[in-house]
């Protein structure tokens, strides 16, 4: 039977505390400059999705999922024509 490795992030003396919150934000933050940098599947990019997965708690990664989900969701009906007035214009056309 073959032994798994486990790898997580390196050391980083910019994080030297045991609170690593910071430390998971700054390696998803650099995650998205290099995929904006080189674009989506860039392979030089993945070792920071693999760094801020393994930082974060599994929560986070799941709130961060769902806020890009529909961040994407709201900047597709922006480009089809959808602004947050209209949208606010029939809320109060609905509501009155």
């Known amino acids: 039977m073959a032994e798994i490795e486990l790898k997580t992030a390196p050391g980083d003396y ?5 609170n690593q919150s910071r430390h998971c ?14 674009g989506d599947g ?9 760094y801020y997965r393994s930082l974060c708690p599994a929560e986070w990664i799941v709130v ?7 961040v994407d969701r709201w900047n597709e009906q ?6 947050l007035v209209g ?10």
């Open 14 to 18: 910019r994080f030297p505390t045991t």
């Open 64 to 70: 961060i999922t769902m806020v890009e989900l529909q």
């Open 25 to 38: 934000f700054t390696r998803y933050i650099e995650f998205h400059r290099c995929v904006a940098a080189k």
């Open 78 to 83: 922006r480009e089809n024509g959808f602004t």
């Open 42 to 50: 860039a392979g030089e990019c993945e070792k920071f999705a693999k």
């Open 87 to 96: 949208w606010l214009d029939t809320i109060q056309q609905v509501c009155m």
